[in-house]
């Protein structure tokens, strides 16, 4: 398997973020549904569709933003940190201007880096990347367990 720096935007890291990050599982649908089924939270209701065929009626938080700050909330609330998202317009010395780069840093100020970040095309697929180091190595408790 690819190290989760590796892995591209879409359906597969999706899945990955939903199941890891999330807490999610994947419920399937009587195929007379015009979906392939659900996500389902860790209290049994239901959360978003799965839908790989139609990938904008998923939920695609590798892809889309709006998806992709659910990943941040989620993060946020559990662990009480915060997100630091830098665009590649920003490069002070800290970052270069290689694409988007995410990481989450403590909530108290000090703006101390927490995880490992992320750097990718998209802050989407930044996010996720970060959120997935962050989560695995938090609750894993291993950096082994982080690129798989």
């Not at 239901?46 to 909330?73: F, K, M, T, Y």
């Not at 970052?95 to 403590?106: L, S, V």
Request: with cysteine; proline share 5%.
């Amino acid at each position: 398997m690819k190290s989760i720096d590796e892995m591209p935007a879409g359906q597969e890291l999706n899945e990955l973020i939903g199941k890891e990050v999330m807490g999610w599982h994947i419920e399937p649908l009587p195929e007379e549904y015009q979906i392939s089924g659900s996500w389902i939270d860790g209290s049994g209701c239901h959360v978003r569709n799965h839908a790989p065929e139609n990938p904008l009626a998923d939920w695609g938080a590798s892809q889309l933003i709006l998806c992709a700050w659910d990943v941040v909330e989620e993060v946020i609330s559990r662990y009480h940190v915060s997100l630091r998202l830098v665009g590649p317009e920003y490069a002070d010395g800290w970052t270069t201007a290689q694409g988007w780069h995410a990481t989450f840093i403590e909530s108290n100020y000090t703006f101390t880096d927490v995880g490992e970040g992320s750097r990718a095309d998209t802050p989407a697929l930044a996010i996720c990347r970060a959120a997935y180091k962050f989560v695995v190595l938090n609750d894993k408790g291993s950096k082994a367990e982080v690129l798989r």
